[in-house]
C-alpha cells in the first residue's frame, strides 16, 4: 500500500464494511466530541451509520463525559470506559476482526503495552489498523526552519512507518500495509492552516513520503 496518499477516513470507513466485530479506540475524539459532530465529521458516527445490521461496533475512550454525551445521542450505539494501554483487564478476552486507532497512539506514554492489548483482542485473521502523524511530514520541517517545533501538546511521540513497524515486531504483531493519509480539510479556516495544507497538497502527490500522516495495518504474528 506505499504510494498514493489516501483520504483517512474513507479509507477506514471502507475497511470496516466487512468485519463483523469492530472495536473503535479513542471513539469520542475528545476533547474536540461537540465540534467533530457539531461538523459532521466525527467518525465513530459514520462508522455506526453505515454498519450491517449484523455488525458489533465497540467504542471505548478515557473520557466518561464524552462517552456519556454520545451515549445520549447515539442510543443503539454500543459505548465503554476503557484505557487503551489496559485493554486485556478492560475488554476480559473479547476478540475483534477490526480494531480501529485512529490518532491514538501518539497520545500514549506507553504504547507498547498497548499494542500488546490490541494483539491478544485480535481474532486469528483479524486486523489493528492505526494512524498517526507522520514524524517527516513536511509541514514540521518547515516550521521547523522557522525555529518552531509543531508538536502538538499532547503528543508523546511522532511515528513513521519503520518505527511502527518496530514497535509492533516487539509487541508480537507484523506490519501488513504501510501507507500515508493526507491532510484533512480545516474545521475552522486560519492563516496558518491554509498554508501548510497547501504545501502538504503540493508536495505529498510527489513525495507521499512527507505526507501529514502514515498508516499501518498490523496482524497477528
Known sequence: MRGPT?????YI???SVDA???LH???TRSPETLAHWEAGTLLHKKLYDQRRPTQRIVGIDIDQTALAWLSERMPGAEFRYADAQRLQEHLAGEKFDLII?????????NPGQFLEGCREALTPDGVLLITT???FGVARFAKALLAHEA???EHTAYYSHRTLARLCDMTGLRASRLGYYRCEPANKLSLNMLA???LERAVAPLWPQFSEGVLIEAVRN
Open 151 to 153: 508538536v502538538h501538546p
Open 133 to 135: 502523524a507522520n514524524a
Open 13 to 15: 470507513l471502507e475497511r
Open 196 to 198: 501548510t495544507n497547501s
Open 101 to 109: 486507532a485512529g490518532d491514538v497512539i501518539e497520545h500514549l506514554p
Open 25 to 27: 479506540v479513542g471513539c
Open 6 to 10: 489516501v483520504e483517512k477516513e474513507r
Open 20 to 22: 463483523e466485530r469492530i
